[in-house]
Each structure stands twice: as structure tokens, then as C-alpha cells.
């Protein structure tokens, strides 16, 4: 799918901006990118367990951020966590949202907008988002990982963003760091990433250790006060991360890990340990850890940087 940018007085081509729409498992987010990178009238909401009130709701907060933005549009970026069919723009099931089976939802944000949209995995958008515009700017190989409602990623290999065949690949939340462990919501295997340091399963183990009611934000902040089981499940934490992050890293040799996602907002809380223990495991040359320049609008912008490279605005 393509679409000439507008043209100016003299006839040439002027890259205007692009809808960025961010569909996770907690929220939903939109914002507005205009081609320097610039985000204009971001917005969230709760996400919505069904896809057709969800998809109202999503294409509302579009609207919300396109009157707060001001500009005018070329194009639509969608991300959303798989499985899904990019090249067809449908959402066949996505493991975080239940209620969201086979929705083509690159045809209803067109109609809805009266622009091309295109859709990708949620963590593969970002991945291109911090490339492009963010911490990855101007590295040439460089690993992407969003922890937050689940733990995803994107892979870029001298300058070239990996998705495999069918537009799922990356999906490095579903790498193994204990092949005897904890049970995986997302996609039912044992000892995923997923399973130890996604903020949902941070919650869940704090449960089952007895605080009850506690998010992963309380886990972090009662590790920092000094509660000795707040403490060990964060250290847990940490460890399984650069766990992960050290067979990945010594699969691809990456020169940046950026890592995106609520969880992250703990920052060197999170950040230093994880940095400390790959370091001292990590096969190659030595790797900078840093957190995603573009913050909680990370989505949204990885979102729009997909529109950028596959609809010509």
C-alpha cells in the first residue's frame, strides 16, 4: 500500500505528518509524529477487553490526538502484539487481548480516517520507532525490548529491521531463562522472559509471596524501602532480564540494547543490576543498556515510524 506525500506550491513532494496508534494490554495510546520525530497530542485510555467497542474507543483517542495536534495526516501507524497478519493488516490473536480475534483493522482505520494505515507488532514498531528517531539513532545493530503488560521485542541487523516471513518474528519475551519454570501466560511454555519480568508476572509472584493487591511499581518501591521480599522478587527480576538479555545479545551481537515498557520507568533501579550481570556474562564486545528515549510514547512513535517506511509520505 502506498501514498504519495502532498505536493508543495513548486511541485514537489512534502512529508507531512502520521497517526500513530498504540494498542497494549493496559492501554491504548495515540499521538501524532511529524517527520522529525516530533509527538503532538499524545493521549491514552484503558485498553478494552472487546474488540468492538475496543476498536471504537482506539479510533476515538485517534481523533482525540489528531484535534490536539493540529496537522494534517498521510498515513496510519497501528501496533499490537501478535499473532498477526501484517502484510493483510488483520489481528488474528492477540495473546494480551483475548477479545480481539481477526480484526482487520488497517480496512477500519482507513475508513475511518480516510488514510492508508498499515499494521505491525507492537514491540517490532517500537523497535523501529527508537531506531529511527530515539536511543538507536545511528546504531547499526541494535535489540529492542519492551517490558511492561508482557515483554516483547524487534531486532535491527545492519540497519535493517528482522521480522521473519509472516511478520511475527522478534518475539524475544518467549525466550527461555529457565526451561523448568514458571508457566507462561502469554504463550503457555515454561521459563519464558515473559514469565519472570513482565509487569504482570512481577504482580503475580508478589501474590504468591504474600503482597497481596501489589503492581510491579509497589514490588520496586518496597524493594527500595527495604522489604526483604520485595527485595529478592525484584532481584529475581533483574536477573532473569539479563539472563535473557545475554543470550540475545549473544545470538544477534548487538552494540545497544534499548529497553521500553512501564516497567522500565523504575529506571537504574532496574537498569544498573541488569547492566552489572551482563557485563560480567556476555559473550563479544562490550554492550551499552539504555532505556527508550521516547518514553511512554514509545508505542506511538514506533507505530507512526512503520507508517513512515512502508506508505511513501
Known sequence: MEQTAAAGADGTAVARA?????????KIAAGVLDPEGGVHGFVTAPADASSETGVVRLFELGRQALSAAGLEIDAVGIGCGGPLDSANGVLVAPLHLPGWRDVPITALASEAFGR??????????????EFRYGA???????????????VGG???????????????????????????GRRCRGCGR??????YCSGTSIAERAQEAGMDG????????????????????WDETCEALACGITSIANLFEPELVVLGGGVVRTGEQLLGPVRERVAEDVMGPPLRIVAAASGDAV???????????????
Do not use: F
Not at 190 to 195: D, K, Q, T, V, Y
Not at 299 to 313: I, K, L, N, P, Q
Open 154 to 180: 524487534g531486532v535491527v541487523m545492519d540497519g535493517k529491521l528482522q521480522r521473519g516471513p509472516s511478520g511475527n518474528g522478534g518475539e524475544l519475551g518467549h525466550v527461555t531463562v529457565d526451561w523448568h
Open 190 to 195: 515454561r521459563g519464558c522472559l515473559e514469565a
Open 116 to 129: 492508508p494505515a498499515v499494521l505491525d507488532n507492537d514491540a517490532t514498531a517500537a523497535a523501529a520507532g
Open 18 to 26: 502520521v497517526l500513530g496508534l498504540d494498542i497494549g494490554g493496559t
Open 214 to 233: 501489589a503492581s510491579a511499581a509497589d514490588v520496586a518501591q518496597a524493594a527500595l524501602a527495604g522489604n526483604p521480599v520485595a527485595a529478592k522478587l
Open 299 to 313: 508505542g506511538v512513535v514506533g507505530a507512526a515510524a512503520v507508517a513512515y517506511e512502508r506508505v511513501r509520505v
Open 136 to 150: 538507536g539513532r545511528g546504531a547499526r545493530n541494535m535489540v529492542y525490548l519492551t517490558v511492561s503488560t508482557g
